[in-house]
Structures are given as C-alpha cells and as structure tokens.
C-alpha cells in the first residue's frame, strides 16, 4: 500500500509539472529561509556556551550612578578578582584579564598586529580552550611565556611547530611560546590571538600593580562551585567596592557569562534584555516564513481538489477507511517537504557565503552535529503535517457518491477558510513591507542626521610605536603637511569613532555637589576644529603656541548646556584638581552612538603625549590612491616597525549601524520571500477560482462580457482580500514598529507613506498574479467549458 | 441475503419533504441477477446506493446476510461491504494515475491481502479478461469498453458475493455493451454471484432473472423473467 501510495503521489507530481513546480519552490523557499534564520538564531544562542563550565561562570559588572543615570559596565579593578576568589563564598576560579588589544608580535622579519589578552592561570580553568600542544597546568606562569591560537600560530611560524621557539612583543620581549590552543570560537565575547601573563603586563605598565579600587581597567571572570550558591555570591558581591575603598559608591554585580552577549543592556542596574529581543524577532521571523510556505501548500493542494475528488470517492467505494486516505495524503505532504528540503538544502549551501558577507559573520552547517540532523528532521516532519493537515483532512472527507454522481462538491467552506489563509498570508506580507519601510526610513534619518563634523576626506592613523614620541608626532604632522596629501593634521586621544575617557571629577561654580556628571574628556592637537572640520560656535580654539593654553579647555555645547554656564567664555573649570578656563565651545559632534543625544565633552591641549590617533584632512584637490602611498610612506618612515594602521573615519563610523543594518537587510531579504511565497498562495487561490468559474465565465461570455469586464469581475475579489489583510496588517504594525522605534532616542515620526506602500504593492502583486492566470480562463472559448455539462 | 423493510428516503427542504424512495420492501436471494428499471429520476440509483452502504435511508430497515447495516458503524459498514460487495460504474471511475493492474490491486490492499496471493489473483483475473498485455497502461490509454472491463476486474478480484452495477453500460456502444452483459450473465450462472444492475435498456435487463421496476419511488412491478 505504501508503495504504491508513494508511487502515486510520484506519479501525480510528475503529471502536473507546474503545479508542483509551484509547491515544492514555495515550500523550498520558506524551508530554506526559515532554515537560515534558525541556524543565524542558533549561532548568536550559542554564544559563549562552548566551555564546559559555561553556566557557572560569571562576568562581574560594576553599577555606577553617574548624571542621574545608572551605567553598568564589565570593567573591574585589577585587584577585584583576588578579593573574589578569597573572600567571596562559593568562587571556584576568579581571574582577571585585559579586553583584547592590538599589539605587535615579530618572528623574524613576520611583523603581525595581534589580539592579545594579557591575564593569569585561573583564565583557562574558568574558560576550557582546547589545548593542541603544552600542558594547561604550566602555561601563564613564566613572565616571558606566549600562548598562540592555531591560526595565528600557523601565520607566525607557517607549518612549523611553534613550541618553544620565541616571539618578540612590541620589539621589546622575548616570550618562548609555551602552548597552542584552538582558536576561540567566532561566537565567543573574548576573541583573542594569543594570550600573555598578567605579570609581564604588569611589568611593562607598571601602574598595574598598584592596587586600586577606583581604577577599572580589567575584566574579571568568576566561577561558583555550584550554582546553587549564586544568590549568596551575588550578594557578597555588592558591597565589594564599599568595603574596600570607603568613598567608592559603585556596585558589583554577576552577570552570567552564557547571557553576555545576548542581554548586555542594563537599565538601573538591572539587566534588561538586548540582542534577545533581536534574536526573538527573528525567530518569530523564521516560524512565520514557514507558516505562510506551509499556507500556501495547504492552498494549492485544496485548489486541485476537484481533481482528487474522484480518486477519493472511488477508494471509498472499494473499501478505503478515511484514515488510510488521511495517511496516503500526509504521505504525499511529506513526500513534498522531503524534496523541498533537499532544494531548500541546496539554496541554503548557495546563499550562506553570500548571507555570511552581508553579517559579516561566520555561520555554517554542521554536519558531524546529530543535534543539527535531529533539528532537521523534525523540522520537516512538522512542515509535513502542518502543511498536509488541512488538504489530508479536507480531501479524505469527500462523500464518495456525492463525487461519483458529479455533483458539485460543497465548497463555501473550504474557500472561506482558504480565504482565511490567504488573508493571513498577506497580513504577515504587509506587516514586513511597512516595518522594512520604516527600519529604512529610521537608519537613512540617522545615518543623514548632521554628526558636526565632516566624515568625507577624514583618515585616522593609529598612533603605535615610536609615534608616541611627541617629536616624531610633531614630525610626522609635517611631512603630512609638505607631502601634499594632507591639509589639515592633528592629534586626538581616542579613536574619534568611539566612546572612551570620561570623568566625574570636574567642578565649576553653581555645580550640585551631591550630583555625579560623567564628562567625556579629550586631549587635542594643534588645527582641531579644521581638521575636523567643525565649528567653533564662541570663542577661540586651543593652541599649543600660545603658553597659557596647558591651564585652558574648550567644552562642547552639551556640556555647556550640562553645566548651565551663561557666560561659557571665560569660565573657570575645576578639572582633575586644577582650575582651567574656558575659552571656546565647540559644536557638538557625535563620537559615540549616533542615535543618542551627544554627551558632554571637555577638550584640552595635548602636552603628555595622551594621542592615540592623528586625524588627517586629506586634500581633496589629490588623486586619493597617491595621496593613500604617500601617507604609507611617511608613517612606515617613521616607524617601520608596525603595519600602518590608518582607516577612513566615515568606513569604521559605518560600523555603528551594523545591528540595525542587519535588521534592515534580513527584514529586506525574508520580507521579499514571505511576499514573495505569499503571491504563490495567491496563485494557487486563483487557479482554484478559475476551474471553479470556469462555467459561470463561459456563461458570462455567452451573454456578451469582454475579457476586460471578467478580469475587473475576478480581480475585485482579490482585492477585497488583500485590502481586509493591509486593514488588519495596519495597526499591528504601528505597534509593532513604534515598539521599536521608541528605543531610539533620535527617531521619524511614522508617517503614512509606509502603510501606502504596503497596500499598493500588495495589491498591485496580487492583481498582477491573478490576472496572469485568470486571463487565460476569461479568454478561453466558452464552448469548451459548456460542452461536458 | 437481502432484506429492506420498509426503506424510505427523503430530503427536507424548508419543511417540504421531497421524497425519493418510499416504503420500499423487497428482498434478494443469493445467486439473483436483478436489474433495476425506470424513469430518469425515479430513485433507482438511489437505492443502489443505499445497498451499495453509499447512502444511508432517512428510514426503514436494511439486513445484509442477516446483519442490521442501519445501526452499524462506519468501520463495520466498510469491512462488510469490503469483503461482499463489489461496484461498477457507468463513468467507470478507474483512478487515472494507477495502472489497470494498479487499480485491480487496490482493493485487494485494503482487504490487507498478503502480496504473494495478491499477484496471483491480479494475474488470474487479468488472465479470465485478456487483458495481460494491457496490464501497464493508464486508463486513459484504453477504450471504454476496456475500461469498464477493468471497472468489472477491480469489482471482482476481491471475490465479492454480490456485484452492484449503475447503469454499466451507459457509456458505451452496443457491441461492448453485449459483451459486458454476456460477462455478467456467465459470472452469475457459473460463479453464482449474485449481481444488481440498474438500467434504461429492455434488452439489457433480459439478462436478469428478475426486473424490479421503479416509479417516483415506489417498486411498481417485481417480475420474473424466463429465458
């Protein structure tokens, strides 16, 4: 029987070659996607779960009310994880680390920038990398000792083994490589290149080894004994810093490391989600899609109803029980989920590279993993039933003599819930075009919002080596100049594409006392405001010809407002303990998130060497590539031993709309593919009606309609639907979408222009699908249709 | 074998009941060969259907060899006429997609018949009709008069004890039609199979033994042919 079944249903397939074509492509397009979503949303789920004690391990993060807001942060002081480990209850390791940060390691003439962690033992008990080569217990305790992942190993010493032979850090130490490990994962937090000794960091910053509460500079890594003992640990935790440093009002907390990355956003104190919320958008994104492929299977194979109906009576009449039909339908649903998802098998193997490029991530199919093989199999044995629920049970419940005397099959039922389906299909369709419209609306508003400078033309160069001499900088800056590549050269303390130093400790006259009020704070060069290419709104910019300048700063106008100054031009600034004076307020410009307010900023003249970038205008009136060799040159002139390191401002300020770009682009591509399997629902809707009509048509033709009069006749229903679907798509959506929005807080209004575009291009597909069907219907000669009556 | 005491069937409509059979008493004895005669529209088909288990009466008492159909369940219903009742049609409705040997074997697959006993009755029935070397072919591959040989195959191989036939030379030309009626006369006199055809033609229903005769619902006349 099962033979023959599967037989039949192969047999059935072939016959109607377009209609399955249709079928199986839809079904393949929704596996396929909704297969990438979940491997996407399984990837970012499992996030730091690689290590063996993953769920024991904590990231502690400090609370800090700072300008009446609360900032939570995984940095800790250096001294945090000793104090841990021995006092708190229930710690099994505690270890301390610095975040990952380019350094320079040579072999020989192979100069590479590498990530490195400089931390202690206790780091790889908490965190089980593999080892490839060296003992575990022996690594991290020699001062001059490295640990190489593999492929960074491979690209220092190429196929040698790199066991004992010696790197030198930054031109300066000889560490002998002790151990080889895997490479951490793509989907770990900490992603390093090699790791170091914390007492060869402290040898080389000798700032390190004081002990100091309020200096937070590392990450501090905790694993319990049990979990059971979280509570108690969490609220030891909390009066650490107090207990320790009187006056220090911060708070510790344990976050857990397998919630790291998924639920980094706290919000007084407390974590409140993050990219969770993203990644439960795109789950629901990924059942959906499937949801709509498996509606529109259900469609199509009702719609050929007609055509089954009289197989079904006649195995009735030699004997069929409604079950075995029921099984031979489902047979036939899951034959079709089989082919579907090895089409939908090959799609996802296509598109991943191109998927990987657009995230710039690493996802692949594991196929050794049995978890995967499970995932897929039940993932098509649901798609199965789900699709061949409604036409199984629809279908096997024919009457057999009703069919078999030709009698019209009652059919109000079945095309009111399959209008159902179809609405359903198109409210989910018209939802994803008004959110993709306005995520683009919102990321085109920021993006184009002024940032206060100008991006165009600006480079920065990292500041390594050598440069850090305040002569070669001087130097450099003029050759830069001469060269011709450059018109505008200056220094800035940090990366001037992101957050960074800031500061309570500034008072001026009228200040609340009581009220902590986090300032940015930066060190600038010579030309800032025009190299920048910002504006001096009062006053005048800082110099370093001019002597006085070391006892005086510039603010920005948001620290202006911050400070309530009405007179900001020669206002006296107590600042780290010295009373500076204000002599200029520049405009504000963005350095952190762009969609938030810009924080206030206090600039002064950079006479300690604090540069850790030169920014530099480049001259517009020359080729750029020329001007690229130039700049290459001049750095390597000065400091050959590092890889210049220099990038376009407005390429790493790109960076900050990656999420939201990411957003963006999967809403773009499934938005297109649910619209898209939707319209084959539609299809298959109105390949049904038009077998259905096909008599009435005939009639309507014999009485003298045109084509026109039937399509407009046929059409109007369709777009009935739709229309009811983009009525019901609408407010979803505004919730949906204003939910989102309200996170930002720079953000458009919703306007109506997303919902039109919703109902026109909904209609307009629908209109176009249908009438390429019907046309063929409403141009058919009636004859044929009347004749076998 | 059969007994129908009293049967009825009507369709209300708004109150109106608009009868199709009325008081229809009657019974059949193994071995019969009965043909159904009357009007278009008298309820002839209709009460092939309801002993056919097709249909149920709105009304009335029907025993099939002694067992009460009426107050059955589905599943009973469908294991008895399973194992005794075999259909054919006027529009044949052989299920295009199997072959003529597909479709003989798939009631025998819903009797859950061994496969080995399977074959040899498909080979056997295919080998009575001539029909072995057409055994792959679709439907839609053979003449009407084939296809309806087929329809009698597929009743037959399930070795039913009566044969219920709606007009089963409807569809074809007389030549075939003779060949048909020849067919059911000899499975009746030698295989004692009892057999119950509806039809319009005089000439057809001479085959029978026996001429039920129905008028707006009513057996009008129950006669005896002798030939």
Known sequence: MFKLNLKIALRNLWKNKGFSLINIGGLAIGLASCMILLIYVAYEWSYDKQFKNSDKTYVVYQNLVASGKTFSWPWTPNVMANEVQEKIPGVKYASHSTYPRPNLITVGENRLSAKVVFTDPNFLKILDYKFIKGNSNQVLKDINSIILTKSFAEKLFGNEDPMNKTVKLENQDVLKVSAVIEDAPANSSIVFECLMPWTLFEKREPWVKESNWGNNMCLTLVQLRDNNLFSSANAAMEGIYKRNSKDNVAVALLHPLTKWHLYSDFENGKSVGGKIDQLKIFLLLAFCILLIACVNFMNLSTARSERRAKEVGVRKAIGSTRKSLINQFFLESILITFISTVLAFILVEISLPYFNNLLNIKLTIDYTNSGFWIALFSLMIFTGFVAGSYPALYLSSFEPIKVLKGLKIKTDSSVSVRKVLVIGQFVFAACLIICTAVIYQQLNYVKNKPIGYNQANLMQIAVEGKMHDSSKLELLKTQLLKSGAATHVTSFSSDVTEGGNNTTNIEWEGKNPKELISFNHRAIGNDFIETMGTELMSGRALSSQLKNDTNNVMLNEAAVKMMGLKWPIGATITFWGNKMTNVGVVKDFVVESAYQKVAPMIFYIDNHSDASVMLVRLNPDQNISSSLAQIDEIVKGIEPNYPVNRKFVNESFEVKFQDEKLLGTLSNWFGGFAIFISCLGLLGLALYMAEQRKKEISIRKVLGATTGNILTLLNKEFIKLVAIANLIAFPLAYIIINKWLSTFEYRISISFLPFALAISVSIVIAVLTVSMQLIKVAKANPIDALKYE | ?227
């Open chain 2, 1 to 227: 074998m059969i007994e129908l005491k009293n049967i009825e069937k009507y369709y209300a409509n708004k109150g109106v009941k608009s009868y199709i059979l009325r008081h229809v008493t009657t019974s059949i004895k193994q071995g019969e060969f009965i043909s159904i005669m009357g009007p278009s529209g008298a309820g002839k088909s209709t009460l092939l259907n309801i002993l056919g288990m097709l249909e149920e009466p709105t009304y009335g008492e029907y025993h099939f060899m002694g067992e009460d159909v009426t107050a059955m369940n589905e599943r009973k219903r469908i294991e008895l006429y399973r194992n005794h009742i075999g259909f054919v049609f006027q529009a044949y409705h052989l299920i295009d997609e199997m072959t003529v040997a597909e479709n003989i074997e798939a009631p025998l697959l819903y009797k859950k018949i061994p496969g080995a006993e399977r074959k040899s009755r498909i080979a056997d029935v295919l080998d009575r009709f001539n029909m072995v070397a057409k055994k792959d072919l679709f439907p839609n591959q053979l003449s009407g008069g084939q296809q309806q040989l087929v329809g009698i195959a597929r009743a037959l191989v399930a070795q039913p004890s009566i044969i219920l036939a709606d007009e089963p030379t409807g569809n074809l030309q007389s030549a075939q039609a003779e060949q048909i009626m020849d067919l059911f006369k000899k499975l009746n006199e030698e295989e004692g199979i009892t057999i119950l055809q509806v039809t319009h033609s005089e000439k057809n229903a001479q085959y029978g033994n026996r001429i039920l005769t129905i008028e707006d619902g009513v057996i009008k006349e129950d006669v005896s042919v002798n030939n």
